[in-house]
């Protein structure tokens, strides 16, 4: 039961989850340091936060139909599985250090991880939430993210 996966350092996931944030922090940086996204249906919020942890610039976005679709594909491959709330060394290599918040099951899930060493049951969630990322702080529309709010001076 619920006490048995609590012990061995995971948590069940039985239904669908949905995205609710993703947030990194790169160590020993200056600049743009880490930032976190905020999921709230489609929309996406992204925030950059420097090395002191100020917010450098917001980007807003959402997915697009087939995105989204992917996106819930991946999701769809977690049910079943057991999320620990650490995967190995997060922080012990230059890269930079994820957590990740997951609804469901009526509860919130966060699980941690090292950018280079993405656990295998999440490398389909992440493997578009990277790109979706990238092109959000571009302020580039594609076939996974429309970006909906106007873009930074000196960004496309």
């Keep these: 039961g619920d006490a048995l996966s609590a012990d061995a350092g995971g948590v069940a996931v039985a239904t669908q989850p949905n995205l ?3 947030a990194w922090s790169a ?23 420097d090395d002191k942890g100020q917010e450098v610039e917001l980007f807003l976005g959402m997915w697009t139909t087939g995105g989204a679709a992917k996106i819930d594909a991946a999701l769809a491959t977690l049910v079943g599985k057991t999320l620990k709330p650490v ?5 012990c290599t230059d890269a930079p250090v994820f957590k990740l918040t997951l609804a469901h099951d009526g ?3 966060e699980v941690t991880f090292d950018g280079i060493n993405v656990p295998a049951d999440l490398k389909p969630l992440t493997d578009l939430l990277q790109p979706g990322m990238a092109s959000l702080q571009s302020c580039k529309t594609d076939e996974l993210v429309v970006v909906t709010k106007p873009c930074p001076a000196g960004l496309p």
């Design 20 to 22: 609710v944030g993703l």
């Design 87 to 91: 995967y190995g060394c997060p922080g």
């Design 107 to 109: 509860k919130t899930t």
């Design 27 to 49: 160590g020993e940086c200056k600049g743009i340091c880490g930032g976190k996204i905020v999921f709230e249906g489609a929309k996406i919020a992204l925030t950059q936060l």
